[in-house]
C-alpha cells in the first residue's frame, strides 16, 4: 500500500509561482514511478509530469520549460515547481504513483486526494 498527501496548492495571479509537494509512505517498490496530474472541470484527467527512480522525467507540453518534478528519496517527498502560472493551469492537481512505468504514465495505481491551483488572470 501506499499513501500520498499533497499540500502546496493555492491561488496566485498569472505569472507567479507555486511549489506542490506530496508527502509519500507506504512500499517503495510501489513508488517506483511518481506523477502529477490535474483536472480542471469539464475537462479530461491531464498527465502533468513524471519521473522514476532511474532519474527519468517526462513533462507535457504545457509544462516544458515552466514546471520541474523532483523528489527527495531521503523524505519521500515529491516536488512540482511550477513557474510563470497561466489561468489555464487551474485545476485540481493530484500526485500519483505506480510500480510500473506504463502504468503510471496513464492510470496509476496510487492517488493522493489532490490539491487545487487557482490562476487569476
Known amino acids: 500500500q501506499v499513501q500520498l498527501v499533497e499540500s502546496g496548492g493555492g491561488s496566485v495571479q498569472a505569472g507567479g509561482s507555486l511549489t506542490l509537494s506530496c508527502a509519500a509512505s507506504g512500499d517503495t517498490y510501489s513508488r517506483y514511478c511518481m506523477g502529477w496530474f490535474r483536472q480542471a472541470p469539464g475537462k479530461e484527467r491531464e498527465r502533468v509530469a513524471y519521473?522514476?527512480?532511474?532519474?527519468?522525467?517526462g513533462y507535457a507540453d504545457s509544462a516544458k520549460g515552466r514546471f520541474t518534478i523532483s523528489q527527495d528519496n531521503s523524505k519521500n517527498m515529491l516536488y512540482l515547481q511550477m513557474n510563470n502560472l497561466k489561468p489555464e493551469d487551474t485545476a485540481m492537481y493530484f500526485c500519483?504513483?505506480?510500480?510500473?512505468?506504463?502504468?503510471?504514465?496513464?492510470?496509476?495505481?496510487?492517488w493522493g486526494q489532490g490539491t487545487q491551483v487557482t490562476v487569476s488572470s
Open positions: 519521473l522514476n527512480r532511474v532519474g527519468s522525467t
Open positions: 500519483a504513483a505506480d510500480s510500473a512505468l506504463l502504468r503510471c504514465l496513464d492510470n496509476p495505481r496510487y
